[in-house]
């Protein structure tokens, strides 16, 4: 019996290819699924998904060239693959300098490699928290429309130079007189760095996430574009309800209350003291090791 059983599966498993699989390809096959999760994401939400559509539409249309034999045809688009390659670069530019902007963003290469080792956050204190928070409801209180900017490890130092430069510290007055009506600073966004306000009417990225509701008006899309492109958390009041949102990551939380908004704010400066504490703790290593060489 046990040599039928034997004789029955050499017979159907000798037939079958079993690939030697190694750890290296079980890691290439993983990545190769992230950059491609990656790029069908940054493809749907933006405006390259209906050009992407197009080419799914040409590519289709060659393919019926080359089942009927159409030879003038394949023999075109034999000859402008390459134009068609550098078309694609021009067209997409934005989209491709958007999607390596994210991917320097992930978390995983700058704790690999620290591009900037004497960056570190500028940490808040408890008073700017309070005075983003209270300046933001009392702002809403009378339809203040209002766009702040809290710079986290990107530098905008772009954007920055985009509007006016200003050096005074976070205070809910200072907050509520840029965004009121009728006054030089009020159109555009502020952008604090620390306890600082480093510029005011700055000119914001629109985001392009066609997903976006259409009740959201251009201070919503500006808040979304901005943290889109880098890790900044964007708080933004609306003109015309008055309700406080906050955009980080490319989302936007909506109408959040007064206690959320500075929870966000709290955790965001408890992250910069970790960071800031990482930093030191490891400046000091380093220096020990080059003390211990010597």
């Not at 900037?116 to 928290?129: A, G």
């Not at 964007?234 to 906050?246: F, L």
Request: charged share 25%; proline share 2%.
């Amino acid at each position: 019996m046990r040599q039928a059983i034997q004789n029955f599966l050499n017979s159907y498993l000798d037939d079958w290819y079993m690939p030697d699989v190694r750890v290296t390809d079980i890691i290439e096959i993983i990545i190769i699924a992230f950059l491609a999760y990656q790029v069908i994401v940054w493809i749907k939400n933006t405006k390259a998904w209906m050009l992407m559509r197009g080419i799914v539409v040409l590519a289709v249309f060659i393919l019926l060239a080359a089942a009927f034999k159409m030879n003038t045809i394949l023999w075109l688009a034999k000859n402008s693959i390459s134009v068609l390659a550098t078309a694609a670069v021009i067209v997409f530019q934005p989209e491709l300098r958007r999607a390596l902007e994210k991917l320097g963003q992930k978390n995983f290469l700058a704790n690999i490699v620290s591009f900037d080792k004497n960056r570190y956050l500028e940490r808040f204190n408890e008073k700017t928290i309070d005075a983003v928070v209270n300046a933001c409801y009392e702002m809403g209180k009378v339809n203040t429309g209002a766009l702040i900017v809290v710079e986290r490890d990107i530098l905008l130092t772009e954007y920055q130079q985009t509007g006016i430069a200003l050096d005074s510290l976070v205070s809910e007055q200072i907050l509520m007189n840029i965004f009121e009506h009728n006054t030089p600073l009020h159109d555009g966004a502020v952008i604090l760095r620390g306890d600082r306000i480093v510029a005011a009417t700055c000119y914001l990225p629109l985001s392009e996430n066609m997903g976006l509701s259409k009740q959201l008006g251009t201070r919503h899309r500006a808040a979304v574009g901005m943290s889109e492109v880098s890790d900044a958390f964007v708080i933004c009041v609306s003109e015309e309800t008055g309700n406080v949102s906050y955009a980080v990551g490319g989302h936007i939380t909506r109408s959040v209350p007064k206690e959320q908004l500075r929870e966000q704010l709290v955790q965001l400066q408890d992250r910069t003291e970790k960071e800031h504490k990482m930093f030191t703790l490891k400046k000091g290593r380093r220096g020990d090791e080059r003390q211990a060489e010597k």
